[in-house]
């Protein structure tokens, strides 16, 4: 893997995953049983889009998500507290083919990374009556993560201010990995042959 250390929403960062297939979006490549997505063709087309403008797709925020985005330091805080850990901050990573990566909330010492959300009331309610919803949620993502950056466990963990927090530890799915794997080379491919054909 290659770490850039550019500060996740920076122009660089937004520069380095440009056109790329990221952790966050491979819900959208493969769903949570393993198959291929029904939206993957849109995806790749708004990443061949992007190789040929040189930029992204402006992303709506809502209150929510930048609230999120706020609060994300105080959770990273409160992850370290409870949990033990050190937490290192990391920009986009990178797959040593440079074509795919992911933007963990953290690396973990060891062997570990970190999933940090600020959800709503109501949603971190629903992870905290079952905390699988959480990972269903983020499945593909989790394990993109856990692929590029070569680690065996990640801890998801849900923060609010005014409520208990959720955590709970994610193993890697090697055989779930594989089939990941598959669809983001299949992806990769697309959008190469696509770009050189149409630019």
């Not at 959800?119 to 593909?140: D, L, S, V």
């Not at 201010?161 to 709970?168: F, G, S």
């Amino acid at each position: 893997m290659i770490i850039l250390d550019h500060e996740q929403g920076t122009d660089e960062w937004l520069a380095a995953r440009l056109g790329k297939p990221s952790a966050s979006g491979f819900a959208r490549l493969i769903t949570q049983t393993g198959k291929p997505s029904s939206q993957a063709t849109k995806y790749i087309a708004q990443l061949v889009a992007e190789n040929i403008r040189g930029c992204v797709e402006p992303v709506y925020v809502n209150e929510w998500m930048q609230r999120g985005t706020d609060l994300e330091p105080e959770a990273r805080e409160a992850y370290e507290f409870i949990s033990g850990n050190n937490v290192i901050e990391t920009g986009f990573i990178l797959d040593t083919s440079f074509k795919f990566g992911c933007s963990p909330d953290g690396l973990v010492d060891g062997q570990g990374g970190l999933e940090i959300k600020c959800p709503a009331p109501t949603t971190h309610a629903e992870y905290m009556i079952n905390p699988q919803e959480g990972i269903k949620k983020y499945w593909q993502q989790i394990q993109g993560c856990m692929w590029i950056t070569k680690r065996d466990w990640w801890d998801f963990f849900s923060y609010h201010p005014e409520m208990p927090h959720v955590l709970v530890r994610v193993d890697r799915d090697d055989e779930y990995i594989a089939k990941l794997s598959a669809q983001v080379d299949k992806a990769v491919a697309e959008i190469t042959n696509q770009v050189e054909k149409l630019k």
